[in-house]
């Protein structure tokens, strides 16, 4: 081998590192998860749906940043179960959010069934519309439970 292809080989080698390296470091950045930016109305309808099937723990992953750092999941979910009213069937009715506002009102129409404590009457099957606080945080709307205003 001639000094002059050594000293070429030499260079390749120290590239060939120096990419490896590279490559390497890109590997180990950690890429931001696509936030989801869908308005407040579609994101207040998933998340009722998730509540009425009884998806506590996804359902949770929409209530705002603040409440999730107070409330555990575990907290939540359990509070959720314990409820005497039964989420059933969910239909987004509306919602007033301003043109690049911070807060957004949704109405949610709710079927639930509530248990009665009375004899011969157990469970009654009822609609209500419920009428719900969403923030806007990063460009993400978050919902804001009632016990957290």
Known sequence: MTRSSHHLHGRMLIGLAILALLLGACATVPT????????????????????????????????????????????????????????????????????????????????FQNQVPMRYVGRLTLNHQVTESWLRIDDVWYFLPPDFR
């Open 32 to 111: 931001k998860s696509a936030k989801d930016t869908r308005p407040a109305g579609e994101r207040a309808t998933e998340r009722a749906q998730l509540f009425a099937a009884g998806d506590f723990a996804k359902a949770y992953t929409f209530t705002t940043p603040g409440y999730r750092a107070a409330v555990s999941l575990e907290n939540y979910v359990a509070k959720s179960e314990l409820q005497p009213i039964k989420w059933l069937k969910t239909e987004f009715v509306s919602s007033e959010c301003g043109e690049g506002a911070p807060t957004c009102k949704v109405m949610i129409n709710v079927e």
